[in-house]
């Protein structure tokens, strides 16, 4: 075996060691791609990962709106259930109202001649009884004829009136009362105090208790009483306006059939 020269030793170690270098230095240029290359991907998988993190949050927030939708749907699809329901009530109710008014309208055209007949038959009556208070009770009748010619007065009220009237008419038979006016004694016109004991007796007094006069309804006329029923008026009278305490009195009463 030759020997190699020194030289030869060193330029082979050299071209050995040149070539390690270039080894060496294209292994580091490698694993400093590889590492941009890593690099890189993280970098563009961390900006993936921020995409799919806003998109599942995107998504996430849809989600809750439509389910608020969904439940708002519901909530708004139960409320206007029950507001149909309070429609469809209302609507029964303004039939019912109608069908109402529609019997109402039918009961006026049936009682409102029927006011009419009984103020008539009232006046009627008035005339024919005992004409104590015979101002106010015409009166009486005349308001209510206005009243059936006013249009701002309901026909119940109507009605009311009417029947009102009737009652008092009615408690005229019952009451023991005493007032004061005039009275009409065929020719001449005087004060007087007026008594009666529901219909069976009515009386008057000159206001000097010197004379006094019992009601003819059969003649429609007063008639002077004797003067033994002075006092008994004048008792009667001062009993009804609560002078003196009740007691009995004589009082002149015509007799049934009596003419």
């Known amino acids: 075996m030759s020997k190699v020269s020194k030289k030869s030793l060193i330029a ?23 590492q941009k290359a890593e690099a890189k991907i993280f970098k563009q998988s961390t900006k993936s990962q921020a995409k799919i993190n806003s998109i599942y949050e995107q998504t996430q927030d849809l989600l809750a709106e439509y389910r608020n939708t969904v439940d708002e749907a519901d909530v708004l699809r139960g409320y206007n259930d029950h507001v149909q329901r309070m429609v469809d009530d209302q609507k029964a109710n303004v039939v019912s109202l109608q069908r109402q008014i529609d ?38 009748v005349a308001n209510l004829r206005a009243v059936m010619d006013d249009s701002n007065v309901t026909t119940s009220e109507q009605f009311r009136l009417v029947l009102e009237a009737y009652e008092i008419e009615a408690g005229y038979g019952t009451i023991f009362d005493a007032y004061q006016g005039e009275i009409d004694l065929g020719g001449r016109t005087l004060t007087a105090d007026f008594v009666h004991m529901g219909r069976i007796a009515f009386v008057a007094q000159s206001l000097d208790a010197k004379h006094s006069w019992l009601w003819n309804n059969n003649t429609r006329a007063w008639e002077e009483l004797g003067d033994e029923y002075l ?15 009740m007691d009995l009195t004589k009082l002149p009463v015509f007799a049934a059939g009596a003419k």
């Open 103 to 140: 019997s109402i309208d039918e009961f006026k055209q049936g009682v409102v001649p029927l006011m009419y007949k009984m103020i008539d038959t009232l006046e009627t009556f008035i005339k024919l009884d005992v004409p104590m208070n015979i101002d106010r009770r015409n009166a009486r």
């Open 12 to 34: 082979t170690a050299m071209v050995g060691a040149l070539a390690l270098a270039g080894s060496n230095i294209a292994a580091a240029d490698a694993l400093t791609d590889l």
């Open 231 to 245: 006092k008994p008026v004048t008792d009667a009278i001062r009993m009804a306006r609560k002078q003196l305490p």
